[in-house]
Nanobody, 121 residues
Framework: QVQLVESGGGLVQAGGSLRLSCAASGRIFSINAMNWYRQGPGKERDLVAGISSFGSTNYADSVKDRFTISRDNAKNTVYLQMNSLKPEDTAVYYC???????????????WGQGTQVTVSS
């Protein structure tokens, strides 16, 4: 099995910054895409940003030029640097990874437990 553990959430004022981390552990042979999603109160879970194993990135329009996704392949960790935060960024943030485990021939998708980000106005 594979576990994803997020950290770095919290309460911040509008205009502030936070850095989220998500570390993957377990019987990991390889990780392909790693993504950050978020789910606000009463809303669906939406993709915020994604990064491939080669480092190519994509972002939701609402966070472009404010958020930066990066990864450390040696540590099986993905990061989300969030700047110029707005109250509408308030949500539970989840990481997601596509993983190939030792002994398996199939890629599996795993989710973290989520970390709360609250932005006050």
């Amino acid at each position: 099995q594979v576990q994803l553990v997020e950290s770095g959430g919290g309460l911040v004022q509008a205009g502030g910054s936070l850095r989220l981390s998500c570390a993957a552990s377990g019987r990991i042979f390889s990780i392909n895409a790693m993504n950050w999603y978020r789910q606000g109160p009463g809303k669906e879970r939406d993709l915020v940003a994604g990064i491939s194993s080669f480092g190519s990135t994509n972002y939701a329009d609402s966070v472009k030029d404010r958020f930066t996704i990066s990864r450390d392949n040696a540590k099986n960790t993905v990061y989300l640097q969030m700047n110029s935060l707005k109250p509408e960024d308030t949500a539970v943030y989840y990481c997601n990874a596509q993983v190939l485990e030792y002994g398996s021939s199939r890629w599996s998708r795993y989710w973290g437990q989520g970390t709360q980000v609250t932005v006050s106005s």
